[in-house]
């Protein structure tokens, strides 16, 4: 049997997601995260790798317990004519709703009153 991972070619950050369903099931403590910081973490894992090659020196790996961001991007989707967003910004109240985490209380925005422009993507991080 060939192992998946012993390969003579490396494998694309594309080729890399496909497996991530696989892996939630081998490793159930990734369903605790958001689908899209899974993907946003090998996309990052391949523009080290790319920057290693090209002589940019070694990649920076950041451990769990020191740095305490993620980044997760805004799926967009229509069902039976209402839009959806994964990702929802509430002004009033200082709210973001995020996917996993729901409810999250947010500060330092710059424009209180409205958003001009969308939300592509946002970097969740922890204070401590």
Do not use: H
């Not at 490396?10 to 081998?26: C, F, G, H, N, V």
């Not at 009033?92 to 424009?111: D, Q």
Request: proline share 3%; glycine share 4%; aromatic share 12%.
């Amino acid at each position: 049997m060939i192992n998946k991972w012993n390969t003579k070619k490396s494998k694309s950050a594309y080729d890399q997601i496909t497996l991530i369903p696989s892996l939630t099931k081998e490793y159930p403590w990734l369903k605790d995260c958001d689908s899209c910081a899974l993907r946003n973490s090998i996309f990052n894992l391949e523009d080290a790798y790319k920057g290693f090659y090209k002589g940019k020196g070694y990649p920076k790996f950041k451990s769990k317990d020191k740095y305490n961001s993620y980044k997760t991007t805004n799926n967009k989707s229509t069902y039976k004519g209402k839009k959806y967003n994964s990702i929802k910004l509430d002004l009033e109240n200082k709210t973001i709703t995020l996917p996993k985490l729901k409810e999250v209380k947010i500060r330092g925005y710059r424009n209180l009153n409205k958003i001009i422009g969308i939300i592509k993507s946002a970097v969740i991080e922890m204070k401590r």
